[in-house]
Every structure is written in structure tokens, then in C-alpha cells.
Nanobody
Framework: QVQLVESGGGLVQPGGSLRLSCAAS????????MGWYRQAPGKQRELVAA???????KFADSVKGRFTISRDNAKNTVYLQMNSLKPEDTAVYYC?????????WGQGTQVTVSS
């Protein structure tokens, strides 16, 4: 069994920054891709950023140049650094992890960008 624990969400003003963390624990052999999705009210869940075990990254067009994703394999943790936040970044952010052929989701953390 694998557990994902997210942290770092909250309320921030436009232009501000937040850093999300997601730590995996449990029966972990090898983590493949790690990523972050988000879901705003009334919208579908969308990919924000992802990182492979080799360090290759991809981003949604809407966050390119503002967000970065990184991982610490020794800690089984993935990070999402969010800069220059906009009100449209407001959403619940979910951590997503692939371990072998199984997919796991975090419980979600709220990010609200508002003045």
C-alpha cells in the first residue's frame, strides 16, 4: 500500500509564490513518473506538471515559465514551485505518482490566489 501526503497549499495574493510537496510512503519499489494535477470548480482535472524518473519535465502551457517541478528520489518526494501566481491558478492540486504499473493520487491541497 502506498500513501501520498501533500502539503504547502494555502491562500496567496496574485504575484505571490507557493511550494507544494508530496511525499510517498509505504510499499515502494521504484517510483516512475511523478506529477501534479489541478481541478478548479466546474472544470476537469488537468495536468499541471510532470517529471520522469530521469528528470525530464513537461508543463501545461498556462504555467510554463512560472512553475517548476522537481523530485528528491531519496525522499520519494516531488515538489511544485509556483511563482507569479494568478487568480486562475486557484484550484485543488493533486499529487500523482506511478509505481511500476500502478497509479496513486494524493488527497489534494487547496491553492487560492486572491487579493
Amino acid at each position: 500500500q502506498v500513501q501520498l501526503v501533500e502539503s504547502g497549499g494555502g491562500l496567496v495574493q496574485p504575484g505571490g509564490s507557493l511550494r507544494l510537496s508530496c511525499a510517498a510512503s509505504g510499499s515502494i519499489f521504484r517510483i516512475n513518473d511523478m506529477g501534479w494535477y489541478r481541478q478548479a470548480p466546474g472544470k476537469q482535472r488537468e495536468l499541471v506538471a510532470a517529471i520522469t524518473s530521469g528528470g525530464s519535465t513537461k508543463f501545461a502551457d498556462s504555467v510554463k515559465g512560472r512553475f517548476t517541478i522537481s523530485r528528491d528520489n531519496a525522499k520519494n518526494t516531488v515538489y511544485l514551485q509556483m511563482n507569479s501566481l494568478k487568480p486562475e491558478d486557484t484550484a485543488v492540486y493533486y499529487c500523482n505518482v506511478f509505481i511500476l504499473r500502478s497509479e496513486y493520487w494524493g488527497q489534494g491541497t487547496q491553492v487560492t490566489v486572491s487579493s
